[in-house]
């Protein structure tokens, strides 16, 4: 039993970054499993149609906005609710005392908006600059950590 039960899955854009392929028959399979509704708010890279997603029992929607909270693909400037979005893939770099660098997806919350990493292998990531008052957290695969000082 988890200690938050999922209720509702919510992709914030670019689910498949291609048209139809193999990996598209293994996510299929997997949201059959699924006992959660799931619902897709559209990227600029989305190339499935919406049929095809829908068709799986997926809503697909340009953005949702629920209990004061906007959740859409692209990151807004302003916004009169805190935003969740992806788009940007943020990244962060990590700068060792001997200066080895490391280059990591990263978490990326500012005071108005959480901007989500990248979850594929091939996407990139955008290296961002956080200011004072923004927060940056970086996943091992097991646990997530804030990185505090920066370079």
């Known amino acids: 039993l988890s200690l938050f039960p999922v209720k509702r899955l919510l992709f914030l854009g670019d689910l498949f970054h291609s048209t139809q392929n193999n990996e598209w028959y293994l ?11 799931m619902v897709l708010i559209s990227g600029n890279h989305d ?5 095809k997603l829908e068709s799986l029992g997926i809503e697909v929607v340009s953005e949702q906005q629920e209990a004061g909270f906007l959740f859409h693909h692209f990151p807004y400037q302003s916004t009169k609710s805190f ?7 943020p990244g962060v770099k990590l700068t060792g005392a001997g200066k080895q660098q490391l ?8 005071p108005t908006q959480f901007i989500l990493p990248a979850f594929g ?15 940056v957290y970086v996943s091992t695969g097991k646990e997530v950590i804030e990185i505090v000082e920066r370079v």
């Open 83 to 89: 935003l969740f979005c992806g788009h940007l893939h």
């Open 103 to 110: 280059k990591l997806p990263c978490f990326y919350h500012t």
């Open 47 to 51: 190339l499935i149609p919406p049929w």
């Open 27 to 37: 996510f299929e399979a997997w949201v059959k499993k699924q006992p959660y509704q």
């Open 121 to 135: 292998a091939f996407t990139g990531l955008h290296l961002l600059k956080p200011k004072a008052t923004d927060k």
